[in-house]
Structures are given as C-alpha cells and as structure tokens.
T-cell receptor, first 114, second 112 residues
Framework: AQSVSQHNHHVILSEAASLELGCNYS??????LFWYVQYPGQHLQLLLK??????LVKGIKGFEAEFIKSKFSFNLRKPSVQWSDTAEYFC????????????FGSGTRLQVQP | DGGITQSPKYLFRKEGQNVTLSCEQN?????MYWYRQDPGQGLRLIYY???????QKGDIAEGYSVSREKKESFPLTVTSAQKNPTAFYLC???????????FGPGTRLTVL
C-alpha cells in the first residue's frame, strides 16, 4: 500500500525565515502529488499540485515544491514566511493504482513567530 | 456559490447510538470522499465513491457506512460498532478520482 511520510511534525520559525517541509512517498509508479494547507478555523485548501512536466511547481501565496522522482520526494518551500503562514500543512499522493483516492501524510504544524 | 456543505458543524452522541453526518456538493463532481482527522495522524480515508450507487472502503471503514443515491450527496453513518468515533470528519469531492479534491468545513463529532 502507498504511504506518505512527513518527518517534521512541528516547526517553529521566525518571520522572514525560509521554510522547507519534507514529504516522501512509497509508490514507485506514476503519481500525482499535492500539498494542502489548513489555516486555523478554515477549510483544507490546495496549495499546489504536480501531475507531470516541470518538477518545480509554484502554488499560491509564494509556495513552491520540487518533485524529485529518484528520491520519492515532494518537498514544500517558501523563501520567507509570514505570520499568516501559521497553519497545518499536509502532503498527499494519488498513485496510479486502482484506488482513486488521496493518501495523506500526518501533517506538519507550522508556527511562525512575529 | 459552488462548494461542499457539511452538517452539523458539531455533533454529540451518546455511546451506543448511530449518527449520520451530511455532505452535499453542488460542484457537479463525480467522486466524493470521507476522511477522519485526528491530531498527529493526518487524514485517513474512510469511504469513497467514484460514481452514483457505487462506493469502496478506505483504510478505516470498520464501524462506518455510507450511501450514494444521488450525485450531490454522500452521507456517512457512524455506527455503534465504531470503537473510537470522537474525531473531526471531513468530506471532499473531485471531478474524477485522479484530480485535486475540494473539502468541506468538517463536522466535529464527540461521543459522551
């Protein structure tokens, strides 16, 4: 079965610091990759997605992620975080199997201090 | 406005009772999903449906049941067989199973 690992469970940064959140998945075939964000009290919403093509994808609010197939990774980055980025971030994978549903990582709670 | 609605927002249940969580979408999406969110465990898939009158078990289907009689509706019943039902439940939909999913606001269920 496919699995997704997010090794950073809780990250605390100061404003203007750079961010990188790790995501690794276990499936070796074709995958669709997603990062979702859950701001306090709000719906889970899509930050960015990768289906094919350029492995460096850009999303909303200045976030980007790089798909490295050889490392089974899809790490999320932002050069300079803001207090408003405080949220929980989830990596998700949809693998090319018969199951057409997302598998989520356990999430990373990001706290940005002003 | 297009979107996904879940009701109620908060739900309290006594042990031994079944309870049904509502999920409705007006996005004309074929696929719908139910997840359970617990602290530190991310989202775990309970059931999903790719088309009306068809659904499949996810990773943690025991103690839950669903129906998909209409395209726009995918209710989830938490039965008394679910040993630890207190959690935050999220419903989602997508155009097709491979695409991004859109999420509802969630229902927080507490068993008293």
């Amino acid at each position: 079965a496919q699995s997704v690992s997010q090794h950073n469970h809780h990250v605390i940064l100061s404003e203007a610091a750079s961010l990188e959140l790790g995501c690794n998945y276990s499936y070796g075939g074709t995958v669709n990759l997603f990062w979702y964000v859950q701001y306090p009290g709000q719906h889970l919403q899509l930050l960015l997605k990768y289906f094919s093509g350029d492995p460096l994808v850009k999303g909303i609010k200045g976030f980007e992620a790089e798909f490295i197939k050889s490392k089974f990774s899809f790490n999320l980055r932002k050069p300079s975080v803001q207090w408003s980025d405080t949220a929980e971030y989830f990596c998700a994978v949809n693998a090319g199997t018969g199951r057409r549903a997302l598998t989520f990582g356990s999430g990373t709670r990001l706290q940005v201090q002003p | 406005d297009g979107g996904i609605t879940q009701s109620p927002k908060y739900l309290f249940r006594k042990e031994g009772q079944n309870v049904t969580l509502s999920c409705e979408q007006n996005l004309n999406h074929d696929a719908m999903y139910w997840y359970r969110q617990d602290p530190g465990q991310g989202l775990r898939l309970i059931y999903y449906s790719q088309i009306v009158n068809d659904f499949q078990k996810g990773d943690i289907a025991e103690g839950y049941s669903v129906s998909r009689e209409k395209k726009e509706s995918f209710p989830l019943t938490v039965t008394s067989a679910q040993k630890n039902p207190t959690a935050f439940y999220l419903c989602a939909s997508s155009i097709q199973g491979w695409n991004e999913q859109f999420f509802g606001p969630g229902t927080r269920l507490t068993v008293l």
